[in-house]
């Protein structure tokens, strides 16, 4: 899982230590592993491509870093109850824990509860997220492309033996 060998080749040294260090917690959810700061959860809410399932939204966004990171969204309006909303941000954490090879590399997640008042279960949960992800991510990957620049023709529509 977070600290397997197959983890560590080709990563920077940073992450293998990082990667190391869980060995002493090893269902610890590292800082490594969140989205944590205000800007990067921006960026999903802006460029991110979102997939919806029974339990969850989830958006994703590449990121630079190669490592793939969560961020989680359970608002007050859905969830009233502190008690209520912290088992949901449990639940989806453990799931993200326990899935976390089968994500897509180097991708930013944010997961949002989607129905209220349903209490998600791990088993499904860890399911739809796996799913959810990959369509959201090549959603995202497919509007990249999109965005490139096309092969524009020339400016010009005169023939070659045209002149002025």
């Known amino acids: 899982m977070w600290d397997s060998p197959s983890y560590a080749p080709g990563k920077p040294l940073y992450l293998v230590e990082m ?10 959810f590292p800082p490594w592993a969140r989205v944590r700061h205000q800007r990067d959860f921006d960026r999903v809410w ?7 399932g029974s339990q969850l939204v989830v958006i994703a966004v590449e990121n630079q870093m190669g490592i793939t ?17 912290n088992h949901v941000k449990r639940i989806m954490r453990e799931g993200f824990r326990l899935s976390y090879d089968q994500l897509p590399k180097g991708v930013d997640l944010v997961l949002i509860a989607a129905k209220p008042k349903l209490r998600p279960q791990l088993a499904s949960l860890q399911e739809e997220l796996v799913h ?7 959603r995202y990957r497919e509007a990249q492309v999109a965005a490139l620049p096309v092969n524009s023709l020339p400016t010009s529509t005169k023939t070659q033996g045209e002149s002025c």
């Open 132 to 138: 959810l992800s990959h369509k959201a991510h090549r």
């Open 69 to 85: 990171r969560l961020g989680l969204s359970v608002g007050k309006k859905v969830w009233p109850g502190a008690v209520q909303r």
């Open 19 to 28: 990667v190391g260090s869980l060995r002493n917690k090893p269902n610890g």
């Open 46 to 52: 802006r460029e991110g491509r979102r997939a919806r």
